[in-house]
Nanobody, 115 residues
């Protein structure tokens, strides 16, 4: 059973930074892609960033140049570095991973950007 455990969320002031981590229970080489979605209250879940096994990354327009997704294969972990945070980035952030069989989800971590 694949498990994804997120960490790193919290409260930060506008303009601040956070780094989210997503640790997988097994090797992340088995996943075609891993990434992050977010869901704000009253809004649909939206894709924030995705990284493939080969290291190619894509981002939502709203976070380009502010967020960076990366992976550490030795630690079976994917990261989301979030800089220049805005109040509209406030949401629950969910890590996901795709293999040939299914999509797996983490439990989510709250990010709140507020002064």
């Amino acid at each position: 059973q694949v498990q994804l455990v997120e960490s790193g969320g919290g409260l930060v002031q506008p303009g601040g930074s956070l780094r989210l981590s997503c640790a997988a229970s097994g090797s992340i080489f088995s996943f075609n892609a891993m990434g992050w979605y977010r869901q704000a209250p009253g809004k649909q879940r939206e894709l924030v960033a995705v990284i493939t096994t080969g290291g190619s990354a894509n981002y939502a327009d709203s976070v380009k140049a502010r967020f960076t997704i990366s992976r550490d294969n030795a630690k079976n972990t994917v990261y989301l570095q979030m800089n220049s945070l805005k109040p509209e980035d406030t949401a629950v952030y969910y890590c996901y991973a795709d293999d040939i069989r299914s999509r797996y989800w983490g439990q989510g971590t709250q990010v709140t950007v507020s002064s």
